[in-house]
């Protein structure tokens, strides 16, 4: 263990008044001529559906349970925890991952009862291996700092009906696991996995992905969330080979891709994947690619490609037989905004039935996102306050 995460941990176990040292996530980078908040003094409607449908609300706290109410997308059935108890985790520690203590987050993640999950005070959770999720959980992590770091993050694994809110998940690694196999440092990864929800995290240098969906998962929304500095963002799809991720459906909603974010925006395979009123900035390689015939519908995003003229191109394919095979997928782009010459390579047929399919939510005018500045990533929850 090197020296400075020592020092890491002592801080974390010695006082609750080294609090105020926590890092805290990166604020959005304001680059429109409103004001850069994640939290609101007085409330108004926004178009977000998301947030309009809870936001507003001075008695969050006391109305948690209302948010499962607002998903929208392909994972807007995910119900998490809501018919379950609240369980408040009091203990950032991880001392025994088999044998998790009470008040722990793991203790709770892995029970088998509905839970909706919940902190008591601001902490790092730092693990020693991945948490596999289990089904009818909501991690909420709102009014609190709350942050899974340095250590293995979240796994999702034949499980359904999880909502994680409002975490800042960064730093992860790979670890072996003590019933066997390893994990692979994702953020959050979901394998053989249904009615999933990610919404308000802020995601980060982690060791493969930020977020990904293989297996034959499906019915996910990943909404609001601000992502940056990371290489392979976000995979969905096992591999070229593996059809059971033809059925894949995911919606990709209100996201801010921000600095120092590579390629994989996502990386789609086989599937069905509605990309909407995300905010795309400056991508090094591509923003969106894919492999073995996705249908991807990008609707309403905003797409500000860097100065290097390399790198103006939002799409990628990987394709075995070249152009003569990727010119027959179905992936369109209407209503995106393309900024600084940014352009997206359209494929297939324009008026294809399965675009009318995977159509899982309104789109908003692109013009919108360039006039409001996005609220996206954790937020700064207030008690008695619109959050």
């Known amino acids: 263990m090197s020296i400075v995460r020592i020092i890491f941990l002592f801080l974390l176990t010695t006082s609750s008044a080294f609090a105020s040292a926590f890092p805290k996530p990166a604020p959005v980078p304001q680059w429109s001529t409103s004001e850069t908040s994640n939290s609101t003094a007085s409330c108004s409607a926004t178009g977000n559906p998301i947030d309009d449908c809870w936001r507003c609300d001075k008695k969050w706290k006391s109305n948690r349970k209302s948010l499962a109410d607002c998903a929208v997308g392909f994972g807007r059935d995910s119900v998490g925890g809501r018919a379950g108890e609240f369980y408040t985790v009091t203990d950032s520690g991880d001392e025994d991952p088999l044998n998790p203590s009470p008040g722990t987050l793991r203790y709770a993640a892995t029970q088998d009862q509905p839970l909706w999950i919940i902190f008591d005070r601001d902490m790092v959770i730092t693990l020693k291996e991945d948490i596999q999720v289990t089904s009818y959980k909501t991690i909420d992590g709102r009014g609190n700092n709350v942050q899974i770091a340095y250590g293995p993050c979240l796994s999702l694994y034949q499980v359904s009906n999880v909502i ?11 670890a072996k696991r003590s019933l066997g196999g390893y994990s692979d440092g994702d953020g959050i990864s979901i394998f053989e996995s249904r009615d999933v929800w990610i919404d308000h995290c802020t995601l980060e240098k982690c060791h493969d992905g ?15 969330n601000y992502m940056l500095n990371h290489n392979e963002v976000m995979l969905l799809g096992h591999n070229d080979e593996f059809v059971g991720d033809r059925d894949m459906r995911v919606s990709i909603a209100f996201n801010y891709f921000g600095e120092g974010l590579v390629q994989r925006m996502p990386r789609c395979r086989h599937g069905f994947f509605h990309i909407v009123n995300n905010i795309y900035r400056e991508w090094e ?9 996705p249908t991807i519908f990008s609707q309403g995003n905003v797409f500000i490609a860097s100065d290097n003229q390399f790198t103006k191109e939002v799409t990628k394919r990987e394709s075995v037989d070249g152009d003569d095979e990727w ?17 997206f390579t ?12 995977m159509s899982s939510m309104v789109a908003r005018p692109a013009s919108l996102l360039k006039t409001t500045h996005p609220s996206v990533g954790v937020l700064s929850c207030q008690i008695d306050q619109p959050c």
């Open 164 to 174: 994680i809110h409002n975490i800042y998940i960064h730093h992860c690694v790979p």
């Open 210 to 224: 930020l977020i990904d969906a293989v297996g034959g998962s499906t019915d996910i929304t990943i909404s609001n």
């Open 346 to 357: 359209p494929s297939g047929n324009e008026d294809s039935p399965s675009y009318t399919k």
């Open 327 to 343: 010119k027959e997928w179905n992936w369109k782009s209407e209503g995106d905004e393309m900024l600084n010459g940014a352009f």
């Open 285 to 293: 390689m591509y923003a969106i690619g894919g492999s073995a015939n």
